[in-house]
């Protein structure tokens, strides 16, 4: 047996196409339900679809960043300077806020990146600290431990995100964006480089391709992601504390990827869909709901490596195709 | 207050921090070199150590020193078993191992969250009392601390370098491959330099109860000094640490006496940026060849 | 003869080890060199400064006239100097085909927002490096694997194919890090031909590190000894043969007497 996809011929593309079809009807559902709570979780697993993916790039390049809710906050705190302080319109604070942290995570990668993978982990690990704390130390830029409160909600052209409904309807388009996205530069050559250098960065290095580079782009481009999702967060919920930003949120995200699967482009998505309304179910046991989470992550990482993900396609990570 | 006792008493209360610093340093590197795993969930032991300890003493009436040594002892047994029944699969396997210590984390700390509730508790001091110490006055109970410390660390080098297990677990940090080829029995030295590792922590957990609170939380703080301690000094290099743990926590107390805590961050973070551009072996280990 | 790469007194010290010193030689356009020495001559620390993996303590290489002392490696690939390592060097969870693109990938420059955008630069690009695939598995013989995962080929084609990999990045200067280390006789003779045919249908240069001395004798037209990471002889394989330095340290052990 080869590595030829097992799955082949007219059933392939029949059962493809429903699930597109049930997939697109999910999608669409929000717009027709009545229950604005259950709008307010779409929403949010929109956003951490696209959070997710960020950090999804990330990890195909085999490094594992333990600071991207920093970069979510990074963009966020950007975004919303840019547009309560110097009056921006929404558009322009978010590509603001998208640039800064990807901006940031370029320096600070064209650094670590040089480095043995773990550096890698810890030195995000402390940047992400660091950012929260130089976020609590200036009250006058960022509103210190009170945080920034009464954010306009997004716009654009005139049009107010300023019902749950609308602003689901921006975040979906951004979480649709970053998979595609995601979909189409793992078709790319810079893509193929990318999981070159996952599974054997010395060869890679030997064949021409600069692991360095490469790492340092899907770094930036992730974190810039990151920092795109916090802006729109923050235009959604009107309000950013340091707090929100803070390794329990980089843990959060982690915990998504591995659960959904860090190999393929729906891993984010079905990470952010089985554990985004989680809390909900552990409503009042929060402390349960993490030991869950962590028993999860260890299980998924022992039995199930690929994530839930690895259950939907059942083909070898094989790129017949370029 | 005048100045020499300012300095005097920042110094001393740099030094045990650094001290907390290096025993936490110390014990995660030994899981590092052991197993080529970045333990996260290290300061989940430290946490618990302190409860051990609170336990020990105020519930037991123990005395201090058969407290912190059985809390070593346990902290060698469960993280023995941690290391067995759930890490095993992980080992050498530096990604997803690093993962799993994240899961473990949270299941530890959401578990100590259950059972013993968000509140700080705050155990009473070993011994009462000032001592004079030259030119500045310091808390009796904080020379315990650094008393203990370092005999903690002295046993430890002692054991690492006297006897047959000891250098079994540096024999295997080396270099595991040789260390098979030599008969040493790797399926034991895991769970042990796991055990020992998160060991220490407990031990220092243990020994910072009296001066700091006792709570869940309590572990995040010294996590992150023991990961700038182990970038500075070098991650595998015990001498490296030693001395980055002893610089940091000085400087961090001077700083955070003399300037804001915020400041001090900031410069902490600065200079271990600036040693990763400079010198990314560490502070004592020779330049990358 | 046009000189391809000059290696001039490189030393390499690991933590007080001299494991080169001052090691000077040159490899021109169309040779086939060969690298020998007893283990722990440092050979393969030769290959890791040429190419670029280490620095050297001292001394300086050049590749066709240009200074790439120091690395990083994937820059020396890209001026046309490839290499192959002693492990099998390949991508174990992909295809055959995939493993040989991801080879050929380097020689894809355009912008990344051109490659998302499927631009007409980087189809041609591509359609490059897929040609260049293409005739990498012809030549190689590998057609048969195309399909196959990379971790489930035999030894012997594992390393074949670590060696299409490097061949696939395009050198004009190809480092071979015991390539028949593993083969049996036979096996070994018909990589010889291969590695011959390789050099005339792809213009390649050679320069291989190995023990299997029938190989070395046989294919090398010039053999360069390594000591101890000293260069103790530098000849045609008749003059290395009788060489009685190199026959005191090296040849004269029983197993390479047939040689």
């Given at each position: 047996?080869?590595?030829?996809?097992?799955?082949?011929?007219?059933?392939?593309?029949?059962?493809?196409?429903?699930?597109?079809?049930?997939?697109?009807?999910?999608?669409?559902?929000?717009?027709f339900?009545?229950?604005?709570?259950?709008?307010?979780?779409?929403?949010?697993?929109?956003?951490?679809?696209a959070?997710?993916?960020?950090?999804?790039?990330?990890?195909?390049?085999?490094?594992?960043p333990?600071?991207?809710?920093?970069?979510?906050?990074?963009?966020?705190?950007?975004?919303?300077?840019?547009?309560?302080?110097?009056?921006?319109?929404?558009?322009?604070?978010?590509?603001?806020?998208?640039?800064?942290?990807?901006?940031?995570?370029?320096?600070?990668?064209?650094?670590?990146?040089?480095?043995?993978?773990?550096?890698?982990?810890?030195?995000?690990?402390?940047?992400?600290?660091?950012?929260r704390?130089v976020?609590?130390?200036?009250?006058?830029?960022?509103?210190?431990?009170?945080?920034?409160?009464?954010?306009?909600?997004?716009?654009?052209?005139?049009?107010?995100?300023?019902?749950?409904?609308?602003?689901?309807?921006?975040?979906?388009?951004?979480?649709?964006?970053?998979?595609?996205?995601?979909?189409?530069?793992?078709?790319?050559?810079?893509?193929?480089?990318v999981?070159?250098?996952?599974?054997?960065?010395?060869?890679?290095?030997?064949?021409?391709?600069?692991?360095?580079?490469?790492?340092?782009?899907?770094?930036?481009?992730?974190?810039?992601?990151?920092?795109?999702g916090?802006?729109?967060?923050?235009h959604?919920?009107?309000?950013?504390s340091?707090?929100?930003?803070?390794?329990?949120?980089?843990?959060?995200?982690?915990?998504?990827?591995?659960?959904?699967?860090?190999?393929?482009v729906?891993?984010?998505?079905?990470?952010?869909?089985?554990?985004?309304?989680?809390?909900?179910?552990?409503?009042?046991?929060?402390?349960?709901?993490?030991?869950?989470?962590?028993?999860?992550?260890?299980?998924?990482?022992?039995?199930l490596?690929?994530?839930?993900?690895?259950?939907?396609a059942?083909r070898?990570?094989?790129?017949?195709?370029? | 207050m005048?100045?020499?006792?300012?300095?005097?008493?920042s110094?001393?209360?740099?030094l045990?921090?650094?001290?907390?610093?290096?025993?936490?340093?110390?014990?995660?590197?030994?899981?590092?070199g052991v197993?080529?795993?970045?333990?996260?969930?290290?300061?989940?032991?430290?946490?618990l150590?302190?409860f051990?300890?609170?336990?020990?003493?105020?519930?037991?009436?123990?005395?201090?020193?058969?407290?912190?040594?059985?809390?070593?002892?346990?902290?060698?047994?469960?993280?023995?078993?941690?290391?067995?029944?759930?890490?095993?699969?992980f080992?050498?396997?530096?990604?997803?191992?690093?993962?799993?210590?994240?899961?473990?984390?949270?299941?530890?700390?959401?578990?100590?969250?259950?059972?013993?509730?968000?509140?700080?508790?705050?155990?009473?001091?070993?011994?009462?009392?000032?001592?004079?110490?030259?030119?500045?006055?310091?808390?009796?109970?904080?020379?315990?601390?650094?008393?203990?410390?370092?005999?903690?660390?002295?046993?430890?080098?002692?054991?690492?370098?006297?006897?047959?297990?000891?250098?079994?677990?540096?024999?295997?940090?080396?270099?595991?491959e040789?260390?098979a080829?030599?008969?040493?029995?790797?399926?034991?030295?895991?769970?042990?330099?796991?055990?020992?590792?998160?060991?220490?922590?407990?031990?220092?957990?243990?020994?910072?109860?009296?001066?700091?609170?006792?709570?869940?939380?309590?572990?995040?703080?010294?996590?992150?000094?023991?990961?700038?301690?182990?970038?500075?000094?070098?991650?595998?290099s015990?001498?490296?640490?030693?001395?980055?743990?002893?610089?940091?926590?000085?400087?961090?107390?001077?700083?955070?006496t003399?300037?804001?805590?915020?400041?001090?961050?900031?410069l902490?973070?600065?200079?271990?940026?600036?040693?990763?551009?400079?010198?990314?072996?560490?502070?004592?280990?020779?330049?990358e060849? | 003869?046009?000189?391809?790469?000059q290696?001039?007194?490189?030393?390499?010290?690991?933590?007080?080890?001299?494991?080169?010193?001052?090691?000077?030689?040159?490899?021109?356009?169309?040779?086939?060199?060969?690298?020998?020495?007893?283990?722990?001559?440092?050979?393969?620390?030769?290959?890791?400064?040429?190419?670029?993996?280490?620095?050297?303590?001292?001394?300086?290489?050049?590749?066709?006239?240009?200074?790439?002392?120091?690395?990083?490696?994937?820059?020396v690939?890209?001026?046309?100097?490839?290499?192959?390592?002693?492990?099998?060097s390949?991508?174990?969870?992909?295809?055959?085909?995939?493993?040989?693109?991801?080879?050929?990938?380097?020689?894809?420059?355009?912008?990344?927002?051109?490659?998302?955008?499927?631009?007409?630069?980087?189809?041609?690009?591509?359609?490059?490096?897929?040609?260049?695939?293409?005739?990498?598995?012809?030549?190689?013989?590998?057609?048969?694997?195309?399909?196959?995962?990379?971790?489930?080929?035999?030894?012997?084609?594992?390393?074949?194919?670590?060696?299409?990999?490097?061949?696939?990045?395009?050198?004009?200067?190809?480092?071979?890090?015991?390539?028949?280390?593993?083969?049996?006789?036979?096996?070994?003779?018909?990589?010889?031909?291969?590695?011959?045919?390789?050099?005339?249908?792809?213009?390649?240069?050679?320069?291989?590190?190995?023990?299997?001395?029938?190989?070395?004798?046989?294919?090398?037209?010039?053999?360069?000894?390594?000591?101890?990471?000293?260069?103790?002889?530098?000849?045609?394989?008749?003059?290395?043969?009788?060489?009685p330095?190199?026959?005191?340290?090296?040849l004269?052990?029983?197993?390479?007497?047939?040689?």
């Amino acid at each position: 047996m080869n590595g030829a996809t097992l799955w082949a011929g007219n059933l392939d593309s029949v059962r493809r196409r429903i699930a597109y079809l049930a997939l697109i009807a999910i999608c669409a559902a929000p717009f027709f339900l009545a229950n604005a709570f259950y709008v307010h979780l779409a929403v949010l697993i929109c956003l951490n679809v696209a959070i997710v993916g960020g950090l999804a790039l990330i990890c195909r390049t085999g490094q594992l960043p333990l600071g991207h809710g920093a970069f979510i906050g990074l963009g966020a705190y950007a975004a919303v300077t840019a547009t309560m302080r110097a009056h921006w319109p929404f558009w322009l604070g978010a590509v603001g806020g998208t640039l800064f942290a990807a901006l940031l995570a370029a320096l600070l990668g064209w650094v670590i990146l040089r480095l043995r993978g773990v550096y890698f982990v810890l030195v995000t690990f402390a940047f992400a600290e660091l950012v929260r704390l130089v976020m609590l130390d200036w009250p006058s830029l960022t509103g210190g431990a009170n945080g920034i409160a009464g954010i306009p909600p997004a716009a654009l052209f005139g049009f107010e995100f300023d019902t749950k409904v609308r602003f689901y309807a921006l975040a979906l388009v951004l979480a649709v964006t970053v998979i595609v996205f995601l979909h189409v530069f793992f078709t790319t050559p810079t893509g193929h480089a990318v999981d070159a250098v996952a599974e054997n960065p010395a060869l890679a290095e030997a064949s021409g391709l600069s692991v360095h580079r490469i790492q340092l782009l899907a770094f930036s481009i992730g974190s810039g992601i990151a920092g795109l999702g916090g802006a729109l967060y923050a235009h959604y919920v009107g309000f950013v504390s340091p707090e929100s930003f803070n390794t329990a949120l980089s843990v959060a995200m982690i915990v998504m990827l591995v659960i959904g699967g860090r190999q393929s482009v729906w891993g984010p998505v079905i990470g952010a869909l089985v554990l985004t309304p989680l809390p909900e179910l552990f409503r009042g046991a929060v402390q349960t709901q993490h030991v869950f989470y962590g028993a999860a992550l260890i299980l998924i990482l022992r039995f199930l490596p690929g994530g839930l993900a690895s259950l939907l396609a059942r083909r070898s990570v094989d790129r017949a195709s370029y | 207050m005048d100045l020499t006792t300012l300095v005097g008493q920042s110094v001393v209360n740099g030094l045990v921090v650094g001290l907390l610093y290096l025993l936490m340093a110390v014990g995660f590197t030994l899981v590092f070199g052991v197993m080529r795993v970045v333990n996260f969930a290290h300061s989940e032991f430290y946490m618990l150590g302190a409860f051990v300890a609170y336990y020990c003493v105020t519930q037991l009436d123990l005395p201090f020193l058969s407290s912190v040594a059985i809390t070593f002892v346990l902290a060698l047994a469960f993280g023995w078993m941690v290391e067995w029944l759930i890490l095993k699969p992980f080992r050498h396997d530096e990604l997803n191992g690093m993962i799993a210590t994240i899961g473990l984390a949270m299941i530890l700390q959401n578990l100590a969250l259950m059972a013993f509730g968000p509140d700080p508790l705050s155990m009473p001091s070993v011994v009462q009392g000032v001592v004079h110490l030259g030119f500045t006055v310091v808390p009796a109970s904080r020379l315990y601390v650094v008393a203990f410390s370092i005999a903690v660390l002295a046993l430890l080098y002692v054991f690492l370098r006297y006897t047959r297990t000891g250098r079994a677990l540096r024999a295997v940090v080396q270099d595991v491959e040789i260390a098979a080829a030599q008969g040493i029995c790797a399926q034991l030295i895991y769970p042990l330099g796991f055990g020992i590792g998160v060991g220490l922590a407990a031990v220092a957990g243990a020994l910072m109860a009296p001066l700091f609170s006792v709570s869940p939380f309590i572990g995040a703080g010294p996590l992150l000094k023991a990961f700038i301690v182990v970038i500075l000094g070098g991650l595998g290099s015990i001498p490296g640490a030693a001395l980055a743990s002893l610089l940091l926590g000085i400087s961090e107390s001077l700083a955070g006496t003399f300037l804001s805590t915020g400041a001090a961050d900031i410069l902490v973070f600065a200079f271990l940026i600036v040693m990763l551009v400079v010198r990314p072996s560490g502070l004592l280990a020779r330049p990358e060849q | 003869m046009e000189t391809l790469l000059q290696v001039d007194g490189v030393s390499k010290i690991f933590g007080g080890l001299a494991a080169l010193s001052n090691v000077e030689f040159s490899v021109g356009r169309g040779e086939i060199v060969g690298l020998i020495g007893p283990n722990g001559a440092g050979k393969t620390t030769a290959f890791n400064v040429i190419s670029g993996t280490h620095p050297p303590t001292a001394g300086r290489v050049r590749f066709k006239g240009v200074d790439v002392t120091g690395g990083p490696p994937s820059r020396v690939v890209r001026l046309g100097l490839a290499r192959t390592f002693q492990a099998t060097s390949i991508y174990p969870a992909v295809s055959v085909e995939e493993n040989l693109y991801r080879g050929a990938l380097a020689a894809i420059d355009t912008g990344l927002l051109n490659q998302l955008l499927n631009g007409v630069r980087t189809r041609q690009a591509v359609v490059r490096a897929r040609d260049n695939v293409e005739n990498v598995i012809e030549t190689m013989g590998l057609a048969q694997f195309r399909h196959t995962l990379a971790g489930g080929l035999s030894y012997g084609y594992q390393k074949r194919l670590g060696v299409a990999v490097a061949l696939a990045t395009k050198p004009e200067l190809l480092l071979l890090d015991e390539p028949a280390a593993g083969l049996n006789p036979e096996e070994s003779a018909e990589f010889g031909r291969l590695l011959r045919a390789l050099r005339s249908r792809m213009n390649l240069t050679l320069l291989l590190v190995e023990h299997h001395m029938a190989l070395v004798m046989d294919l090398c037209e010039r053999i360069v000894v390594l000591v101890q990471g000293e260069k103790i002889a530098e000849g045609s394989p008749e003059q290395i043969r009788e060489d009685p330095l190199v026959i005191e340290a090296y040849l004269g052990a029983p197993e390479y007497a047939h040689a």
